[in-house]
């Protein structure tokens, strides 16, 4: 079994302007495409094809740096496309906006912890919403790790997550990472991220 490079559930230009259409493109065909394929690469021919992205993920400890590297890469990319769409609900509802407002005290100070976990991971990385049994946290990771892999400090299932590697942002945003992390707030697809947060 391969791993596929996934459509994008909207056109490239669907979250102007709070992300750019050229970033978008090269994001996804270039980016997101390359660790697909060295995914791909990486497990051809051993034990590990056959395999789910959260089965390899949950012992990278064991396996080769190429696949912990592009297996996270193509995981996160996933998540990260599905979890934006253009005109999303301003605020989370329901049952995650419940657990939100316990596991934070309100959606301002989670928006706050989120925030500044994009912001202070140093270098390249990921800022996430993690689901722990009932409860929520906030974390980071470098590089393309994520909560699933059992080297993570943070573990659990991560329904929401930020790229805040350069390529993310850099042709409109240049090194300005919070005006990028400001308009990712614009375009998160809650509904997206309450469906991962019941499942």
Known sequence: MSFELPQLPYAYDALEPMIDARTMEIHHTKHHAAYTSNLNNAIQGTELEGKTIEELL??????PVAVRNNGGGFFNHNLYWEIMSPGGAPQPEGDLQKAINSSFGS???FKEAFTKAALTRFG????WLVKQGDSLVVSSTPN???PLMDVAEVKGSPILGIDVWEHAYYLKYQNRRPE???????????DEVAKRFKG
């Open 107 to 109: 959606y301002d100070n």
């Open 180 to 190: 990028y992390v400001d308009a990712f707030w614009k375009v998160i697809n809650w």
């Open 124 to 127: 390249s990385g990921w800022a």
């Open 144 to 146: 393309q790790d994520n």
């Open 58 to 63: 949950a012992s990278i400890s064991k396996l």
